[in-house]
């Protein structure tokens, strides 16, 4: 009873190495199924948002296309809402997530990341013809537009400045434009965006901070095959020219860093 107990348990382990040797990896999978799934909210442009036509497009969208090109499968969209995207990739909806997420210790600790794509940056805002703001440092005493909660208005606290509370982006750049407040601290990315389809807004930036927060496409641990495909995916793109094209069609500048 002991050998035939002996070699049941030796075959078990046997069994159990062999199926653990071809499992098959995420990349596998996909490739097998010829369809990338990436997560994304549709409802953040100019990153991942329906177009007039209800068409989705962005930034973020046509990155996740020419990943999947490069991965030679198709690329198929998920949407959700931003609390529940990253808790989505984790129950196994989809095989990444591409949706401006930046890349943290705290989610690095449960996820892996690519290789940045994407950097953004504070910036200092101030209407064109101000002469007086030229440093966040300048901020002491005068009326920076924010709403109250965000990142913003924090930094804009730190440099000692008063807080006018608004609603978003676009309400903070107006009231600099229309002379009621003095400045706003907000993300390059977004002032690309509102420059791109309002260039004749009388604002204008006069300072950026250095460090960058960078984002990446967001995948399941232990991935490494996957990883490596998207960044060698992501350095083509950047390297053909793809990348530069898609950077200028939503902010008419190169994003990169």
């Not at 040797?21 to 369809?35: C, N, R, T, Y």
């Amino acid at each position: 009873m002991k050998v035939i107990t002996t070699a049941l348990l030796a075959a078990a382990l046997q069994l159990g190495f062999t199926h653990s040797a071809f499992a098959e990896s995420d990349l596998a999978k996909i490739q097998s199924a010829g369809v990338f799934k990436i997560g994304t909210e549709g409802t953040y442009p100019p990153f991942t948002f329906h177009d007039a036509s209800g068409e989705l497009t962005g930034f973020d969208v046509d990155i996740g296309r020419e990943i999947a090109k490069r991965l030679n499968v198709k690329a198929e969209f998920v949407e959700g809402k931003w609390d529940g995207l990253i808790a989505g990739l984790d129950a196994k909806r989809y095989d990444a997530v591409i949706n401006e997420v930046s890349i943290t210790p705290e989610r690095q600790a449960k996820f892996d990341f690519s290789d940045p794509y994407i950097a953004s940056k504070a910036v200092l805002i101030v209407r064109s013809n101000n002469t007086t703001i030229k440093s966040f440092e300048d901020l002491k005493g005068k009326k920076s537009a924010h709403t109250l909660t965000s990142n913003y208005a924090q930094l804009a606290r730190k440099y000692g400045a008063e807080i006018v509370g608004t609603d978003g982006f676009n309400q903070s750049v107006d009231l600099v434009a229309q002379g009621r407040a003095d400045a706003t601290i907000n993300d390059n990315l977004s002032y690309l965006d509102f420059k791109k389809h309002k260039p004749d807004a009388q604002v204008k930036i006069v300072a950026t901070e250095s460090n960058a927060e960078q984002e990446g496409v967001l995948i399941r641990k232990d991935n490494p095959e996957l990883q490596q495909a998207i960044n060698k995916a992501l350095k083509e793109i950047k390297a053909d020219g793809t990348y530069l094209k898609i950077s200028n069609k939503y902010f008419g500048a190169d994003v990169s860093h």
